[in-house]
């Protein structure tokens, strides 16, 4: 049960209904919007809730699922059922897209059946003919239009309509040539149809000199159109024939339009399909705008909310630039009741239409604004009393009003439901209205039911403290700055904050003394201690996120250093193990040396002291240059880069110097080509290093000159799928730059616009490209897409 009968007006729902409606595609998914109606069934809630989370999953990873002709043809279903009735050729192609839309809703799904089970399970019922699609677009052109060749008899009247226009065309354009020289008719004249028929120009004056049938004159009278007596005869023919069109057309029409009537449920259903298929990316689009989310359901009689929003607050501010405070609440049987209290503007209202819409969304099967670990549980009934309701009519004030409320919610609130009730018993005499207020509030406990109750009253929220299945709650507020803070805390009662307010707005201090004698030391005290409390409260919790944040900083700042230090460890191993292998190279290359020498003083018979002698030597040189080449190369490495360093990307053999350094990018100068690199890709090499691999003239393992002849600034993506594009556009793209080629041309067709925009999504990955533009239409239009390097 759900009660007002305006609640969806006073929940905001209207406005979220009217949201959804925008995101829809078509009439077909509006139409389901109308039919969005509040539900207690678990398992039908869960299924639209999961529905609509995979409809998330596909936007959000950006798959190419149908976005456009959602055509309802529903109102053709009566022209399609009489015999001997035909469609329109406009409105067969609305058949023709809206069965295209159809067809590839049901590609994706079958390519797709283990991701998105749920809305796999909607094609289930479908049972789609493709041959009927075919019989239906092979006849039809892009624009809508039948082709010449849709029926053998048609390509043959329309040939002849062509042959006979033209011989039409050919006998004007020589009566206009004469009459010119004749000064007949204007200079810029040319051929015009006037019902149906060619006819030319002629000026008023002479039209007497012109043998023919007058068709109508100019708006100022000057000149006449004139149908020349030579022409009648093809003039006829033409007409004859665009007649015969017009009845072939219509055999065809028919025809087609007889292939639809045996189909009528089916279309029916496809309709059905298509509507609800828009209707659940509707509902996916509004949810990823509101940052909603599937929460979890809870096993029991109970409801834990984190992060939950408001979701027309969260538009509203997402507008502003501003951040909406989030809530966290919970409802369990032994606190089934939440009695919040607070300053008035301090968001209690809010927190009340926060509960009632989340959970009237939820059980509409909408995703909810709420964080994912989130706990939800379902109510057959919702009660609210939010807002004045007093009305001349009926004549009943606003306190009237309420109490009819009241009486409702008393009658039918049990354990199964959820009520709302905004401002408990104010409206009339505070004395009484504390005392019914709390009357009611002790049925409303008896009932088990849950809810959630907003009040100024101190009766209400001291009832609440002590008694079981009640829980107080109060909204913060920042007495020093006078500022709501919109966050609710439960455990404990909130203060109105109505003296401290005062004083600090300049209520003269000797009135709001008089004020407190009135009210009472007993309860000024107990505000007092109120509002002292929470203002401790703000302080410690203050106090507390800084240490915090100090902590998490002190965290990061850990982990990154033991990262660097582990990095340093790794890349210090890494350097010396590389300079102990070329060191150790470099050595066995001078022992083969010195082995050959020796073996040649061996040969000549010299002395084996100075034998000795010269082989001490060399072994003192080998441990030198092993330790030398060690160090150089270890402190070589170990240094930071700067300009004028020799360079090398890691895993490559290419070098070059660094001539700039702009932030995390070095400018590299590799031969005659210059080009930016990170900073973190590179490692210094040695000059020595650098002379050997023949860097001085030019950069080694790269044919500049051959690459930049071979490289062709055409590519054809035609005929790929989209996934074999993006790394062979990459490698294209990559080596256009490195070459310094400036103009480029991508052909992928027209087509359905798949390879168009893959590659144009792919190109704003580029800060190198200056510029992207379709062809001249002449030359490919949409089908080639023109690149500008900077």
């Given at each position: 049960m759900l009660y007002p009968s305006n609640l969806e007006l006073k929940l905001g729902f209207d406005k979220i209904r009217e949201s959804l409606k925008e995101a829809c595609e078509s009439n077909l998914g509006k139409s389901f919007v109308d039919k969005i109606r509040f539900s207690s069934d678990k398992n039908s809630i869960d299924k639209w809730l999961s529905q609509t989370d995979e409809f998330v999953q596909i936007i959000e990873s950006k798959e190419l699922f149908p976005n456009s002709n959602y055509i309802d043809i529903s109102p053709l279903f009566g022209k399609i059922r009489v015999d001997n009735s035909y469609l329109l050729e406009e409105e067969l192609f609305d058949v023709i897209l809206s069965l295209k839309t159809l067809n590839k809703c049901l590609d994706f799904f079958q390519q797709k059946r283990e991701s998105y089970p749920h809305l796999v399970e909607l094609t289930y019922p479908i049972l789609f003919d493709e041959d009927l699609l075919w019989s239906l677009a092979r006849v039809f052109d892009e624009r809508g239009k039948l082709k010449d060749n849709a029926s053998d008899r048609l390509y043959e009247i329309r040939k002849g309509i062509l042959s006979e226009k033209q011989r039409l065309r050919n006998v004007l354009d020589s009566i206009i040539t004469r009459t010119k020289k004749e000064g007949y008719t204007p200079e810029d004249v040319s051929v015009t149809i006037r019902n149906g028929r060619m006819v030319i120009p002629v000026l008023a004056e002479y039209k007497r000199r012109v043998k023919g049938f007058i068709h109508g004159e100019s708006a100022t009278g000057q000149t006449v159109y004139l149908e020349p007596t030579e022409v009648f005869a093809i003039n006829n023919e033409v007409q004859e024939l665009e007649y015969a069109e017009q009845r072939e057309v219509v055999r065809i029409l028919m025809e087609l339009t007889s292939y639809l009537r045996p189909e009528i449920e089916n279309l029916r259903q496809y309709m059905q399909f298509l509507g609800l298929i828009d209707f659940i990316r509707a509902k996916a689009r509004f949810a990823i705008k509101i940052d909603a989310r599937k929460p979890q359901w809870s096993e029991k009689r109970e409801f834990n909310w984190q992060v939950a929003q408001h979701p027309l607050l969260l538009l509203k501010h997402k507008e502003l630039g501003k951040a909406v405070v989030p809530l966290n609440i919970y409802l369990e049987p032994q606190k089934r009741i939440l009695i919040i209290s607070g300053p008035n503007a301090g968001g209690k209202s809010v927190c009340l239409k926060t509960v009632g819409l989340l959970q009237y969304m939820l059980q509409c099967g909408l995703l909810v604004s709420v964080h994912e670990s989130s706990r939800f549980t379902l109510f057959k009934d919702l009660f609210i009393d939010i807002g004045d309701e007093q009305s001349i009519e009926n004549d009943l004030s606003t306190y009237s009003s309420h109490l009819i409320s009241m009486k409702h919610l008393l009658g039918h609130v049990n354990k199964q439901s959820l009520f709302l009730i905004d401002e408990f018993g104010t409206g009339t005499e505070p004395q009484y209205g504390a005392a019914i207020a709390e009357a009611i509030l002790m049925e409303l406990k008896a009932s088990k039911g849950m809810g959630v109750i907003t009040t100024h009253y101190g009766n209400l929220k001291e009832y609440a403290d002590k008694n079981e299945g009640l829980v107080n709650g109060a909204m913060k507020y920042d007495l020093k700055n006078l500022q709501p803070l919109y966050e609710l805390e439960i455990g404990k009662p909130g203060s109105s904050f109505a003296l401290e307010i005062a004083g600090k707005i300049g209520l003269p201090n000797q009135t709001i003394e008089n004020a407190k004698k009135r009210i009472g030391i007993k309860q000024v005290s107990f505000d007092q201690m109120l509002g002292q409390l929470q203002i401790q409260q703000r302080e410690l919790e203050l106090s507390e996120k800084k240490v915090k944040t100090r902590e998490k900083e002190l965290d990061e700042l850990t982990a990154q250093y033991a990262q660097l230090k582990e990095h340093i460890e790794r890349q210090e191993k890494k350097i010396l193990n590389e300079a102990k292998q070329k060191a150790n190279a470099i050595v066995k290359e001078a022992n083969k040396e010195v082995e050959r020498v020796i073996r040649e003083i061996q040969e000549k018979k010299a002395e084996k002291a100075?034998?000795?002698?010269?082989?001490?030597?060399?072994?003192?040189?080998?441990?030198?240059?092993?330790?030398?080449?060690?160090?150089?190369?270890?402190?070589?490495?170990?240094?930071?880069?700067?300009?004028?360093?020799?360079?090398?990307?890691?895993?490559?053999?290419?070098?070059?110097?660094?001539?700039?350094?702009?932030?995390?990018?070095?400018?590299?100068?590799?031969?005659?080509?210059?080009s930016f690199v990170r900073l973190n890709r590179l490692e210094k090499v040695t000059r020595k290093a650098y002379k050997q691999q023949g860097q001085s003239g030019g950069f080694s393992g790269y044919d500049y000159a051959s690459k930049q002849a071979e490289f062709s600034s055409k590519i054809d993506l035609r005929g790929m799928r989209a996934e074999e594009v993006v790394p062979l556009l990459s490698s294209w793209l990559d080596e256009a730059i490195l070459l310094g080629i400036r103009d480029l041309q991508i052909v992928h067709g027209k087509g359905n616009g798949v390879l168009r925009q893959v590659t144009r999504d792919h190109l704003k990955n580029y800060k190198e490209v200056a510029s992207v533009k379709d062809e001249h239409a002449d030359r490919g239009g949409a089908g080639v897409t023109l690149v500008t390097l900077k």
């Amino acid at each position: 049960m759900l009660y007002p009968s305006n609640l969806e007006l006073k929940l905001g729902f209207d406005k979220i209904r009217e949201s959804l409606k925008e995101a829809c595609e078509s009439n077909l998914g509006k139409s389901f919007v109308d039919k969005i109606r509040f539900s207690s069934d678990k398992n039908s809630i869960d299924k639209w809730l999961s529905q609509t989370d995979e409809f998330v999953q596909i936007i959000e990873s950006k798959e190419l699922f149908p976005n456009s002709n959602y055509i309802d043809i529903s109102p053709l279903f009566g022209k399609i059922r009489v015999d001997n009735s035909y469609l329109l050729e406009e409105e067969l192609f609305d058949v023709i897209l809206s069965l295209k839309t159809l067809n590839k809703c049901l590609d994706f799904f079958q390519q797709k059946r283990e991701s998105y089970p749920h809305l796999v399970e909607l094609t289930y019922p479908i049972l789609f003919d493709e041959d009927l699609l075919w019989s239906l677009a092979r006849v039809f052109d892009e624009r809508g239009k039948l082709k010449d060749n849709a029926s053998d008899r048609l390509y043959e009247i329309r040939k002849g309509i062509l042959s006979e226009k033209q011989r039409l065309r050919n006998v004007l354009d020589s009566i206009i040539t004469r009459t010119k020289k004749e000064g007949y008719t204007p200079e810029d004249v040319s051929v015009t149809i006037r019902n149906g028929r060619m006819v030319i120009p002629v000026l008023a004056e002479y039209k007497r000199r012109v043998k023919g049938f007058i068709h109508g004159e100019s708006a100022t009278g000057q000149t006449v159109y004139l149908e020349p007596t030579e022409v009648f005869a093809i003039n006829n023919e033409v007409q004859e024939l665009e007649y015969a069109e017009q009845r072939e057309v219509v055999r065809i029409l028919m025809e087609l339009t007889s292939y639809l009537r045996p189909e009528i449920e089916n279309l029916r259903q496809y309709m059905q399909f298509l509507g609800l298929i828009d209707f659940i990316r509707a509902k996916a689009r509004f949810a990823i705008k509101i940052d909603a989310r599937k929460p979890q359901w809870s096993e029991k009689r109970e409801f834990n909310w984190q992060v939950a929003q408001h979701p027309l607050l969260l538009l509203k501010h997402k507008e502003l630039g501003k951040a909406v405070v989030p809530l966290n609440i919970y409802l369990e049987p032994q606190k089934r009741i939440l009695i919040i209290s607070g300053p008035n503007a301090g968001g209690k209202s809010v927190c009340l239409k926060t509960v009632g819409l989340l959970q009237y969304m939820l059980q509409c099967g909408l995703l909810v604004s709420v964080h994912e670990s989130s706990r939800f549980t379902l109510f057959k009934d919702l009660f609210i009393d939010i807002g004045d309701e007093q009305s001349i009519e009926n004549d009943l004030s606003t306190y009237s009003s309420h109490l009819i409320s009241m009486k409702h919610l008393l009658g039918h609130v049990n354990k199964q439901s959820l009520f709302l009730i905004d401002e408990f018993g104010t409206g009339t005499e505070p004395q009484y209205g504390a005392a019914i207020a709390e009357a009611i509030l002790m049925e409303l406990k008896a009932s088990k039911g849950m809810g959630v109750i907003t009040t100024h009253y101190g009766n209400l929220k001291e009832y609440a403290d002590k008694n079981e299945g009640l829980v107080n709650g109060a909204m913060k507020y920042d007495l020093k700055n006078l500022q709501p803070l919109y966050e609710l805390e439960i455990g404990k009662p909130g203060s109105s904050f109505a003296l401290e307010i005062a004083g600090k707005i300049g209520l003269p201090n000797q009135t709001i003394e008089n004020a407190k004698k009135r009210i009472g030391i007993k309860q000024v005290s107990f505000d007092q201690m109120l509002g002292q409390l929470q203002i401790q409260q703000r302080e410690l919790e203050l106090s507390e996120k800084k240490v915090k944040t100090r902590e998490k900083e002190l965290d990061e700042l850990t982990a990154q250093y033991a990262q660097l230090k582990e990095h340093i460890e790794r890349q210090e191993k890494k350097i010396l193990n590389e300079a102990k292998q070329k060191a150790n190279a470099i050595v066995k290359e001078a022992n083969k040396e010195v082995e050959r020498v020796i073996r040649e003083i061996q040969e000549k018979k010299a002395e084996k002291a100075a034998v000795k002698k010269q082989r001490e030597k060399l072994e003192k040189l080998k441990q030198e240059t092993t330790v030398e080449q060690e160090y150089e190369l270890a402190r070589v490495q170990s240094e930071a880069i700067a300009i004028g360093d020799y360079v090398k990307l890691k895993g490559q053999d290419t070098i070059g110097q660094v001539v700039n350094i702009k932030g995390k990018d070095a400018e590299l100068s590799i031969g005659e080509l210059t080009s930016f690199v990170r900073l973190n890709r590179l490692e210094k090499v040695t000059r020595k290093a650098y002379k050997q691999q023949g860097q001085s003239g030019g950069f080694s393992g790269y044919d500049y000159a051959s690459k930049q002849a071979e490289f062709s600034s055409k590519i054809d993506l035609r005929g790929m799928r989209a996934e074999e594009v993006v790394p062979l556009l990459s490698s294209w793209l990559d080596e256009a730059i490195l070459l310094g080629i400036r103009d480029l041309q991508i052909v992928h067709g027209k087509g359905n616009g798949v390879l168009r925009q893959v590659t144009r999504d792919h190109l704003k990955n580029y800060k190198e490209v200056a510029s992207v533009k379709d062809e001249h239409a002449d030359r490919g239009g949409a089908g080639v897409t023109l690149v500008t390097l900077k």
